[in-house]
């Protein structure tokens, strides 16, 4: 993959909408599409994301011809990404990564990654939607969350500046990614786990499993040990930690 070019813009409904629109209009990246501010920005299971002032929303768009599941990989490249620009900023100790790809500072999510995708002549097109709370968390949220800015004593770094850093992270975990496969990711994000060992809530589309969370299996799902033993992989979902 060459060097991702960067389109930055105002205002947008949703960098991942833009992007989706962009690859179904023939474009093959890969490309950076990051905006000021998000009208509509999307968060992982239906929700919105907000883009709070100062804050990161950037989606690279590239075209892939692995199959969907291993495409599916490179939220933990993005994660891994976001992590190395969070360790640029503040201390690496207080930065983890919350499965699926929820980088964390000091146990508060810090960042949103969505991962779309569609059919594309020449193979899959990928949408890797990247959000960072550099400047503000936002003001309403689910689960407990953060912002760069609240563990610095400079100011945090402009959303440009971090994109750049992003993207440089980003393209070392992508090569890595696609010389020796998943497994040296696997790795990484392990080390950088949050929560591993510990209680763990799994809540899935129909039905909420508890047990303890050991790991990631060879293909990314995270292996929940339940209370009788038995071993639950989970593919999708939200986890929460500390709660079963
Ligand atoms: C999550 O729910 O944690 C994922 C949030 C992803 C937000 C980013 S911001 C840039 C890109 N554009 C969007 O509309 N969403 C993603």
Known sequence: MTAPRIEALDEIDSTNADARRR?????????????????????????????????????LLFVTDR??????????????????LADAFV???QVTLKWPNDPMIDGRKTSGILVESGQHAGGLWV???????????????ERPATAFAEHMTAPPPRPLEALAVLSEAFERWRRLWQTAGFPPVAEAWTRRAHGLGEACTARLGHE??????????????????????MLRRITAGDVFFGEA
């Open 67 to 84: 199959p969907p599941a291993e495409a599916a990989q490179i939220s933990f490249v993005a994660a891994l990404a976001v992590a190395d």
């Open 127 to 141: 949408a890797v939607g990247i959000g960072v709370n550099l400047s503000t968390p936002p003001e309403v949220s």
């Open 208 to 229: 909420t499993v508890a047990g303890i969370a050991e790991g990631l299996d060879p293909d990314g799902a995270l292996r929940l040990r339940l209370p009788d033993g």
């Open 23 to 59: 690859a179904e209009a023939g474009e093959v990246g890969p490309l950076w599409i990051t905006a000021t501010r998000q009208t509509a920005g999307r968060g992982r299971r239906g929700r919105n994301w907000e883009t709070g002032q100062g804050n990161l929303a950037a989606t």
């Open 91 to 93: 201390p690496a100790s």
